[in-house]
């Protein structure tokens, strides 16, 4: 019989007391969170029998009713047939609250790089697209001098600089979306910094004050820090505003006083302040590149495949972004980054040539592909580098000797684009045709080093299966009931279920299967097949594999109270996707640092569909076997 949301629904209503007993409704990915009014009236025992529940739990306030699957259609229903309200806050932790972290150096540091790449992320399409448009009208410039001097030209061109030009206005806008507050109070003061009233007064010279405060007349444009400055100082004004002006004179007087009061330490303290770290920034940049920019570039490379595995690449996106503005070209981290994913496509390459395993030669050039050509690597890391040592070794040293190349020939970046070929223009200089020459050269040395290093050195593991060992499955039925595989899709400590806090995966009301406590905030596909669901507030991912396995993957403990807030999908609903594809992008960090539990349940919701046998325990990475799965007949 096929499942009545309708039915289900009313007759939940019902067992929780009616209508006239529920406060609010809310949702998870699993579950119905009720508020009711008087638990005695909510009959537990019969709603755990009614059809598509898997279980009921009350817990921090809330009557839990667990649907799993069928959850949508149910809360779609219950909420428009009865009329009854959402619930703003909800609860999926069933223990006691996670504490916070304490205050230490280490998470200080943490937060302050999380605030710098979150205020960073918004603007890196933006600023690829005006690197894109300005090599564009190099190359025409090039063939048809020209056009240098058509209003075309200067229109276009004015595009492509505007990303760069109002980078306060854009890192403002990041920086008050990861702090929660008002961007528009923000960008508004960044906006000020670049307003041609005050241009003209740093144009002209002469020395000015605010309200008899000194006013240090600097140019701000195309600079990061003063805004990300501004946009704490505004965040921690609003929020103290907020707390003293009375409620009917909040719309009023919160935003002007919180502008007002930004602005002046604006101009007189934290752009200032912002513009000298910016430019000693520079100076540093300057000096790596232009002095031992070969040691630098060849050793930031080698590390790459560790920083990439800890997740601190991130860290350097800001500091990326900086150098593109002042000096005006990256000599250190884009070189570094693009010959570390040519190390890595070589060495797929290699190894691809070396395995005599065919399925672990396709995927091998498949991960190479997305190395060289799309500057992908975390799939290729995860998948083939980590699990061998002396491919490991390739990439590094491979990696150290491009980049040595590189930082000798004094190779130079000059806008944002992706770490693969497809991003090769960023190299093009003007005043240096051999810029680009010399980059290219240094590529194709990353790449054949690795390849050939790894094609000597690795060795398979295993040998080959015998072809007459094992038959393949001869039906799409066959291949099905053989024995299906689930790879971890974090970095992190496999854990029991049953370790998890929260009765619901536990109990394996929903199913059986692992937990993962990730050290990374990176998803990935656990095995081949189609995305059924990236739910609502991104929090949790749910697909069904080529095997027919439909499993679940939740980050976090509580986590949708974020609203999406740190998560990142990289798939959308249907999408086909391949094992060690990446599905989502978390703040790790950040949801850690709000309190949250970041223990990330994988559980087959069909579970009675299979015999599932657990095959990993403590560090895993991606990629890593973590369920056997072997269907029932």
Known sequence: MAFDAKSTAAEIVRLVGGKENINSVAHCMTRLRFVVKDLKKADQEALKKVPGVLGVIYAGGQLMVVLGKNLLPVYETVVKDYGLSESAAVNENLDAPAEKNPLTFKSAGVAVLDYVSATVAPMISGLVAGGMLKVA???ITLVNAGFAD?????????LADAPFFFMPIFAAYGAAKKLGGTPIYSMMCAAALLHGKYTALVAAGEPITLLGLPVRLM????SLLPALLIALCAYYLEKFFNKIVPGIFKSLLVGLCTVTVTMILSFTVLAPLGGYLGNYLAIVFGFLGDKIGFITVGLLAACLPWLVMCGMHLGLVPFMTQALTNPGYDAVFRPAFILHNMAEGGACLGVALRTKNPEFRAECLSLAFGCIVAGVTEPALYGVTLQHKKVMMSVVVSSFIGGLFVGLMKVKAFVAMGPGLA????????DNGKNILWAAVGL?????ASFALSFFLYKDETPA?????????ETAADAAAADSTISSPLQGKAIALEEVKDEVFSQKILGDGIAVVPEKGELYAPADGVIESVFGTKHAISMKTNAGAELLM???MDTVKRDGKGFDPQVKDGETVKKGQLLMKFDLDGIKADGYDVTTPIVVTNADEFTIKTVAEGAVVPGAALLKLEANK
Request: glycine share 8%.
């Open 423 to 430: 991003g090769m223009a960023m190299f093009v200089d003007p």
């Open 219 to 222: 140019s701000y444009s195309s």
């Open 444 to 448: 194709v040395i990353s790449v054949v």
């Open 465 to 473: 299966e015998d072809e007459t060992a094992a038959p393949a499955p």
């Open 554 to 556: 939740h980050i976090g």
């Open 150 to 158: 058509t209003a075309t030209y200067a229109l276009l061109s004015g």
């Open 137 to 139: 009208l190099l190359l």
